[in-house]
Nanobody, 129 residues
Framework: VRLMESGGGLVQAGGSLILSCASS????????MGWYRQVPGKERELVAA???????YYSDSETGRFSISRTNGGNTLTLEVARLELEDTAVYYC????????????????????????WGQGTQVTVSS
């Protein structure tokens, strides 16, 4: 399985963008998928995920700037980001996994990966002031 991200680039702060991830093979809906991002010198962090029941999970529930969806029979994962901030600058990675554990924080839960099965190659998002 290959995951291929697209949609990154240079965007002005306050703007919006849509990232897409296409899978080369069918990924069952029972396999959660998600978007991570990473900046140099920091660990890769989860931004948003789709649980195996189709429900979305967002690491940052405060701002409502992120929207994740899964379409095309589950083989396309999309992340919409609104009101971009300089701190959103990162390489964004698409991921899929099957072995999970239930992670809950602040009464929000998701099927976190014990191990990510597939990673995309990443797409750079750069937010300018």
């Amino acid at each position: 399985v290959r995951l291929m991200e697209s949609g990154g680039g240079l965007v002005q702060a306050g703007g919006s963008l849509i990232l897409s991830c296409a899978s080369s093979e069918n990924i069952p809906h029972t396999k959660p998928m998600g978007w991570y991002r990473q900046v140099p010198g920091k660990e890769r962090e989860l931004v948003a995920a789709i649980n195996d029941d189709g429900s979305p999970y967002y690491s940052d529930s405060e701002t409502g700037r992120f929207s994740i969806s899964r379409t095309n029979g589950g083989n396309t994962l999309t992340l919409e980001v609104a009101r971009l901030e300089l701190e959103d600058t990162a390489v964004y990675y698409c991921a899929a996994w099957s072995q999970t554990y239930r992670y809950c924080k602040d009464f929000r839960c998701h099927d976190a990966p014990l191990r990510v099965d597939y990673w995309g190659q990443g797409t750079q998002v750069t937010v300018s002031s």
